[in-house]
């Protein structure tokens, strides 16, 4: 990856499926009498500039990766503090929900929070992400912990 992109080295986070990069753009430079509407306007405009200028290289190295790691690749950037994601992949997931479950499903697509069962499952996980952050990341921690235990064990 150009090491001229981002101005630190970007955030890579993986699952089963996907390869997320998120890199850190310069802010624009701020000048004096500006307002968070035209500061707001600029990161955005950079944000989109790095997208169009970058796309046939990103989708090189996106290539190479899904060809290396066999998963698919995302790329975002942040700019002034405001994260945009250019490409995402959603997975489907199987689950089984008892009834009381399904209600609350049904609870937030009825108050129109969700436009479908999937749409609220999915802001009740990034909900509880957004509040228990702290929490899974001791509990991924706590996992590294379980896989490097894993791997100095006997072998069979």
């Known amino acids: 990856m150009p090491g001229d992109w981002f101005t630190e080295a970007p955030e890579i986070k993986h699952d089963r499926e996907e390869i997320t990069i998120i890199g850190i753009l310069p802010a624009p430079d701020p000048a004096e009498e500006v ?5 707001a306007a600029a990161a955005e405009g950079r944000s989109r500039r790095f997208r169009e ?4 290289q990103r989708i090189e190295i996106a290539r190479e990766a899904e060809h290396r790691f066999g ?3 995302s790329w975002g950037v942040i700019c002034n503090d405001k994260k945009v994601m250019f490409t ?9 929900l008892r009834q009381p479950e ?9 108050a129109g929070v969700a436009r479908s069962r999937s749409d609220a499952l999915a802001w ?5 992400g957004e509040h228990e952050d702290s929490w899974l990341a001791d509990l991924r921690e706590a996992l590294r912990h379980v896989e490097q235990v ?3 064990g006997p072998r069979s």
């Open 102 to 110: 399904r209600l609350v499903l049904d609870t937030l697509v009825d």
């Open 88 to 96: 995402t992949f959603s997975v489907p997931v199987m689950t089984r």
């Open 71 to 73: 998963r698919k690749v």
């Open 150 to 152: 894993r791997d100095e």
């Open 35 to 39: 307002t968070d509407v035209e500061r």
């Open 53 to 56: 200028d970058t796309r046939q």
């Open 124 to 128: 009740c996980v990034r909900l509880v």
